[in-house]
């Protein structure tokens, strides 16, 4: 995909406070540090349209972007562990949920999963509960590139044993990086087919 343009709309606290429109929109989501704002900048090709941080929970607010003018990335909040308070969690949960259920132009979540580490049981129950809502999603490996073929292959083998545990079938699952581009055309592949 050639961006001519990216550009940042803005952040909200609440879905019903965003601009509504019926661009085609595809957001990610997954644990707090996961990597969602490098992926974003990679697929964009914008090194800083989404603010990265080394420091988990930076991203407090759904963050629009508008590519081409055609399609939207939204950045969500991170779940799971982060430096904020219980009372602050629960404003991402309620603040991620408003935004799934309620968001009519929402073509894809993106949930993004460590593949250094072996599956939380956080990934597990929120993929799974996707699956029980019907929110179209697919899956995406993260900093491949920290990680030797071998072990790549075995860490993403048990991360399907556990979805297969509750899964019939996967949903589309695509190894990235960051760092080197790794599932750029891939993704995009996934995009570009999923538009009317």
């Not at 019939?168 to 055309?185: A, Q, Y």
Request: some cysteine.
């Amino acid at each position: 995909m050639d961006i001519k343009t990216a550009d940042y709309i803005g952040s909200w606290q609440k879905n019903s406070e965003m601009p509504h429109t019926a661009l085609p929109e595809f957001a990610f989501i997954g644990r707090s540090n996961v990597g969602k704002s490098s992926l974003i900048n990679m697929l964009t090709q914008r090194k800083g349209l989404a603010k990265t941080s080394s420091t988990p929970g930076k991203t407090q607010s759904i963050n629009l972007f508008l590519l081409n003018k055609q399609i939207q990335f939204v950045d969500l909040p991170g779940y799971g562990y982060a430096k904020v308070s219980k009372d602050k969690r629960e404003v991402f949960g309620k603040m991620i949920k408003h935004y799934l259920h309620e968001r009519e132009n929402l073509y894809c979540l993106f949930v993004l999963i460590d593949l250094r580490i072996k599956p939380q049981q956080i990934d597990i129950d929120f993929i799974s509960e996707c699956g029980e809502q019907d929110i179209p999603i697919a899956l995406i490996g993260t900093k491949a590139d920290k990680l030797k073929p071998a072990e790549l292959e075995a860490n993403k083998a048990v991360i399907d044993a556990a979805l297969l545990e509750v899964w019939n079938e996967l949903p589309p699952f695509f190894v990235s990086s960051s760092e080197t581009k790794m599932g750029f055309k891939e993704i995009w592949a996934l995009i570009k087919g999923a538009l009317p």
